[in-house]
């Protein structure tokens, strides 16, 4: 016998289901501050992490680098950088070392975004009336929770499945 957790099915005890509902409605939340920007939430934080790179001045971002850190795969960063591009917030060039490498930087007009959200963030956050130190102690936790769960992503459960 062994000395498994006991588990239940039940919808409100499931954490992967508080996340989803709780990121629809952050998402949900941000969405009026978003049109105001003209982006979309994946574009927003595509656009978070390269004020924050434009800021820092590294070397020649790479999209390659943009999706490591958006956890997205290429299929899903390509569209949207592209709308990037269009809406003339964002330069894509290849790099004439490697052709495979496609360096990315801030537009001019992306660059001066980052006030516009700033701003609305900010109000965003004092209309919301969220405690800024429980969400703080949140995303700690949920830094931890992604860390404890990166390797799931192998994990096939081990035996027969039980029915």
Same mark, same amino acid.
């Given at each position: 016998?062994?000395?498994?957790?006991?588990? @239940? =099915?039940?919808?409100? !005890?499931?954490?992967?289901?508080?996340?989803?509902?709780? @990121?629809?409605?952050?998402?949900?939340?941000?969405?009026?501050?978003? #049109?105001?920007?003209?982006?979309?939430? /994946?574009?927003?934080? %595509?656009?978070?992490?390269?004020?924050?790179?434009?800021?820092? +001045? /590294?070397?020649?971002?790479?999209?390659? %680098?943009?999706?490591? *850190?958006?956890?997205? !795969?290429?299929?899903?960063?390509? /569209?949207?950088? +592209? *709308?990037?591009?269009?809406?003339?917030?964002?330069? *894509?060039?290849? @790099?004439?070392? #490697?052709?495979?490498?496609?360096?990315? &930087?801030?537009?001019?007009? &992306?660059?001066?975004?980052?006030?516009?959200?700033?701003?609305?963030?900010?109000?965003?956050?004092? !209309?919301?009336?969220? !405690?800024?130190?429980?969400? #703080?102690?949140?995303? +700690?936790?949920? #830094?931890? =929770?992604?860390?404890?769960?990166?390797?799931?992503? @192998?994990?096939? /459960?081990?035996?027969?499945?039980?029915?």
């Amino acid at each position: 016998m062994t000395n498994a957790p006991t588990v @239940s =099915l039940a919808l409100d !005890d499931q954490l992967c289901f508080k996340l989803y509902a709780a @990121s629809r409605a952050v998402t949900r939340a941000y969405k009026p501050m978003l #049109d105001q920007l003209g982006l979309t939430y /994946p574009q927003y934080v %595509a656009m978070l992490v390269l004020w924050e790179w434009h800021a820092t +001045k /590294p070397a020649q971002p790479t999209v390659k %680098a943009l999706g490591e *850190r958006l956890m997205l !795969d290429s299929g899903t960063l390509t /569209p949207l950088l +592209k *709308r990037l591009e269009q809406l003339g917030l964002v330069r *894509r060039q290849r @790099s004439a070392m #490697d052709e495979r490498e496609v360096h990315l &930087g801030l537009s001019e007009a &992306g660059a001066r975004l980052h006030d516009e959200a700033h701003s609305l963030k900010t109000r965003l956050l004092c !209309d919301s009336g969220v !405690d800024l130190n429980q969400a #703080d102690a949140l995303r +700690k936790g949920l #830094d931890q =929770l992604l860390a404890q769960i990166k390797g799931l992503s @192998s994990w096939a /459960p081990t035996g027969p499945a039980r029915h």
